[in-house]
């Protein structure tokens, strides 16, 4: 069974930060892109950063570049987020999803349960 | 690329059909999927490549369309749908374009 286990978040307040881990357990894991998606509190679904499997591409949304590292160790199978200089507007539950391949583009076919990261002073 | 979906809120008795819209900017061709997500849990695959339904779900469930229209209808409401559904597309950068959502409600 495919499986996606988020941890480390937690309440920082502006202009810390925080790691994101997620633990992957039940495929192939360097075979595909790992995702992270959030979403803001009564809001919808933002794309945020993606590792590709294979080569390894790094890709990132405008509004984390600079500021967030995606980061994998396909030994451990395990994702991480390093978010560094965290604004309000970060405040949301922060999803790991697997990639249907592995490349960066494609849909998301499993989700983890989400972990909650709330920004505030 | 923008992905909007229609209506914001669907209000449907349970039995009866539900029709969803999701429309792309730009060319999307089939690379569309949808995702339910209801409170508190996270999003589940529905449908991949605009029409194929992912493993385990239900029939009643189908997807139409390409380019940059693109249908959810769900055939017989039960209990278990009302949720918020998300259309994606993924065949233009960058990689996870999500519509605003659409939230079936019970009528």
């Known amino acids: 069974e495919v499986q996606l286990v988020e941890s480390g978040g937690g309440l920082a307040p502006p202009g810390e930060s925080l790691r994101l881990s997620c633990a992957a357990s039940?495929?192939?894991?360097?075979?595909?892109?790992i995702s992270w998606v959030r979403q803001a509190p009564g809001k919808g679904l933002e794309w945020v950063s993606t590792?590709?499997?294979?080569?390894?591409?790094?890709n990132y949304a405008d509004s984390v570049k600079g500021r967030f590292s995606i980061f994998r160790d396909n030994s451990k199978n395990m994702l991480y987020l390093q978010m560094n200089s965290l604004r309000v507007e970060d405040t949301a539950v922060y999803y790991c999803?697997?990639?249907?391949?592995?490349?960066?583009?494609?849909?998301?076919?499993?989700w983890g349960q989400g972990i909650l990261v709330t920004v505030s002073s | 690329i923008v992905m909007t979906q229609s209506p914001a809120t669907l209000s449907v008795s349970p039995g009866e059909r539900a029709t969803l819209s999701c429309r792309a900017s730009?060319?999307?061709?089939?690379?569309l999927a949808w995702y339910q997500q209801k409170p508190g849990q996270a999003p589940r695959l529905l449908i991949y490549?605009?029409?194929t339904r992912a493993t385990g779900i239900p029939a009643r469930f189908s997807g139409s369309g390409s380019g940059t229209e693109f249908t959810l209808t769900i055939s017989s409401l039960q209990s278990e749908d009302f949720a918020v559904y998300y259309c994606?597309?993924?065949?233009?950068?960058?990689?996870?374009?999500f519509g605003q959502g659409t939230k079936l409600e019970i009528k």
């Open positions: 999803a697997k990639g249907d391949t592995v490349t960066t583009l494609g849909y998301f076919d499993c």
């Open positions: 039940g495929f192939t894991f360097s075979n595909y892109a």
């Open positions: 590792f590709s499997g294979g080569e390894g591409n790094i």
């Open positions: 730009q060319y999307v061709s089939s690379n």
């Open positions: 490549g605009a029409s």
């Open positions: 994606q597309q993924y065949n233009n950068w960058p990689p996870g374009t």
